[in-house]
């Protein structure tokens, strides 16, 4: 029955079909477009469940996370201090064993004498009287066997010999002659002090026949260094 | 033809406006398109068969999309909303093959 004219019925079914495939795009549209709306409610929940434990789980990775950066941070900073106490002890024993040069406040000690009239103990005992009066850094400059002054670094293996004949000086193996000079950092003052007492150093110095002069420095600069041994016996334990 | 008009007018009109489905026609839209299709089908079979009425079409029509409104409202009511859209998906599917298969048969003839 296909129709010669319109009437009013088929209208009315044609605009039902319209409504119909209006309705039908509609929600092919919709349906193929919409994430989450058209999800029904059970499904939701399955997400938000899903969601939820993912969420904790990152949640306490990020809290692990946090932990290992602070403890990082933390490692950082005490094996940045122990290398900062590491190299001002390495300082330290650059010092003491004379491999830099070192400055400060300190004293000179002229001895002016005849070479046969100084003992070696004599400058051993200057070398004693100067550690026990707390000099950090010390230094003897004498005359060397080309008769120019040469220094030596005073360190813990040094020695000093007197050989004769002929009466030359061998500290640390290297020759000098007389005058000394004694350069030593260290509170001036309290080195004087024990240098100039009753008896002591510059007493017997005197004694002996030999002229001493003694002088505070405020800046003293040392600059001779120690040969460096390393140790045949001992060993780090 | 004015119903394939309608119908593919209104396709065209969907697809271009792009309206969006309001949030309370959401879960119904969905059933009430299937039953209106199985509701078209039926037309289209009684057509064939020379048995159309304009009234009766526009009533099923009607009753068909009211009532799979209904049992969709009445599931969700009933905490089994995708349940008992599942079931009349179904009913209404088997509907439609089997007017489908009819109208296959008269305009195939087999």
């Given at each position: 029955m296909m129709m010669k004219r319109p009437s009013s019925t088929q209208l009315v079914i044609g605009l039902i079909l319209a409504g119909l495939g209006f309705a039908l795009a509609t929600q092919i549209a919709s349906n193929s477009s919409?994430?989450?709306?058209?999800?029904?409610q059970s499904d939701l929940v399955r997400i938000l469940d899903d969601l939820t434990s993912k969420n904790s789980r990152l949640e306490a990775e990020r809290s692990s996370l946090i932990a290992l950066n602070s403890e990082i941070t933390r490692g950082g900073a005490s094996s940045q201090t122990a290398l900062s106490a590491a190299q001002s002890r390495a300082d330290a024993l650059e010092i003491l064993t004379g491999q830099v040069a070192a400055h400060g406040p300190g004293i000179v000690l002229n001895v002016y004498a005849?070479?046969?009239?100084?003992?070696a103990e004599q400058l051993v005992a200057v070398i004693n009287e100067l550690r026990d009066a707390g000099a950090e850094v010390v230094e003897i400059v004498g005359m060397g066997e080309d008769a120019n002054p040469i220094g030596v670094r005073v360190v813990a293996s040094t020695y000093v010999v007197r050989e004769r004949p002929p009466a030359v000086f061998r500290i640390d193996g290297v020759v000098l002659n007389p005058p000394f000079t004694f350069r030593a950092i260290g509170d001036g003052p309290t080195i004087s002090a024990a240098l100039n007492i009753a008896g002591g150093v510059t007493d017997q110095f005197r004694r002996s026949g030999s002229r001493v002069a003694l002088t505070i420095e405020e800046d003293l600069t040392i600059r001779t260094l120690a040969r460096l041994t390393s140790p045949r016996y001992a060993q780090t334990k | 033809m004015i119903p394939v008009i309608g119908l593919v007018v209104g396709v065209v009109v969907g697809l271009f406006t792009h309206p969006s489905v309001p949030l309370w026609l959401q879960p119904y839209l969905p059933i009430a398109i299937v039953a209106a299709l199985d509701a078209v089908f039926g037309g289209v079979r009684a057509l064939l068969e020379r048995s159309f009425d304009d009234k009766v079409f526009v009533i099923s029509f009607g009753t068909n999309v009211v009532i799979a409104g209904l049992i969709v409202y009445l599931g969700d009511q009933l905490g089994v909303g995708s349940q008992l859209s599942t079931g009349v998906v179904v009913v209404l599917g088997i509907r439609i093959f089997t007017n489908a298969a009819a109208i296959r048969r008269f305009i195939f003839r087999a």
């Amino acid at each position: 029955m296909m129709m010669k004219r319109p009437s009013s019925t088929q209208l009315v079914i044609g605009l039902i079909l319209a409504g119909l495939g209006f309705a039908l795009a509609t929600q092919i549209a919709s349906n193929s477009s919409a994430g989450l709306q058209t999800l029904p409610q059970s499904d939701l929940v399955r997400i938000l469940d899903d969601l939820t434990s993912k969420n904790s789980r990152l949640e306490a990775e990020r809290s692990s996370l946090i932990a290992l950066n602070s403890e990082i941070t933390r490692g950082g900073a005490s094996s940045q201090t122990a290398l900062s106490a590491a190299q001002s002890r390495a300082d330290a024993l650059e010092i003491l064993t004379g491999q830099v040069a070192a400055h400060g406040p300190g004293i000179v000690l002229n001895v002016y004498a005849p070479k046969e009239a100084i003992p070696a103990e004599q400058l051993v005992a200057v070398i004693n009287e100067l550690r026990d009066a707390g000099a950090e850094v010390v230094e003897i400059v004498g005359m060397g066997e080309d008769a120019n002054p040469i220094g030596v670094r005073v360190v813990a293996s040094t020695y000093v010999v007197r050989e004769r004949p002929p009466a030359v000086f061998r500290i640390d193996g290297v020759v000098l002659n007389p005058p000394f000079t004694f350069r030593a950092i260290g509170d001036g003052p309290t080195i004087s002090a024990a240098l100039n007492i009753a008896g002591g150093v510059t007493d017997q110095f005197r004694r002996s026949g030999s002229r001493v002069a003694l002088t505070i420095e405020e800046d003293l600069t040392i600059r001779t260094l120690a040969r460096l041994t390393s140790p045949r016996y001992a060993q780090t334990k | 033809m004015i119903p394939v008009i309608g119908l593919v007018v209104g396709v065209v009109v969907g697809l271009f406006t792009h309206p969006s489905v309001p949030l309370w026609l959401q879960p119904y839209l969905p059933i009430a398109i299937v039953a209106a299709l199985d509701a078209v089908f039926g037309g289209v079979r009684a057509l064939l068969e020379r048995s159309f009425d304009d009234k009766v079409f526009v009533i099923s029509f009607g009753t068909n999309v009211v009532i799979a409104g209904l049992i969709v409202y009445l599931g969700d009511q009933l905490g089994v909303g995708s349940q008992l859209s599942t079931g009349v998906v179904v009913v209404l599917g088997i509907r439609i093959f089997t007017n489908a298969a009819a109208i296959r048969r008269f305009i195939f003839r087999a």
